[in-house]
């Protein structure tokens, strides 16, 4: 069964890092794109990062440049993203997503490619 589980969302000062994971079962991730989106309340989901199935090429929202990274831990089946320098307006829930029918050769920012998803975990950062 495909099933994505994110952890380590949390409670975080203004200016302070955490690492979420996304771990996948059922299949290998580094086998396709794999996201991280958020989604604010009243607010479509966006994609904050991305990492390609074939070579790791990422995408980063603008917001998030030089402040997020994502990563891949194929032994682990795990995909992280790193979040350093967060601020209030990061506090919001994060879900990872995995395009198991993949049309195109880079990762994409497009919610409707994503075929699986997990069940997000949140991150609070206070000022």
């Known amino acids: 069964q495909v099933q994505l589980g994110e952890s380590g969302g949390g409670l975080v000062h203004s200016g302070g890092s955490l690492r979420l994971s996304c771990t996948a079962s059922g299949f290998r991730a580094n086998d396709y794109h794999i996201a991280w989106f958020r989604r604010a309340p009243g607010k479509q989901r966006e994609a904050v990062s991305c990492?390609?199935?074939?070579?790791?090429?990422?995408y980063y929202h603008d917001s998030v440049k030089e402040r997020f990274t994502i990563s891949r831990d194929n032994a682990r089946n795990t995909v992280y993203l790193l979040m350093n320098s967060l601020e209030p307006d990061d506090t919001v829930a994060y879900y990872c997503?995995?395009?198991?029918?993949?049309?195109?050769?880079?990762?994409?920012?497009?919610?409707?490619?994503?075929?699986?998803w997990g069940k997000g975990t949140l991150v609070t950062v206070s000022s």
């Open positions: 997503a995995a395009d198991l029918r993949p049309m195109y050769r880079d990762c994409s920012a497009a919610e409707h490619l994503y075929t699986n």
């Open positions: 990492i390609s199935s074939h070579d790791g090429t990422t």
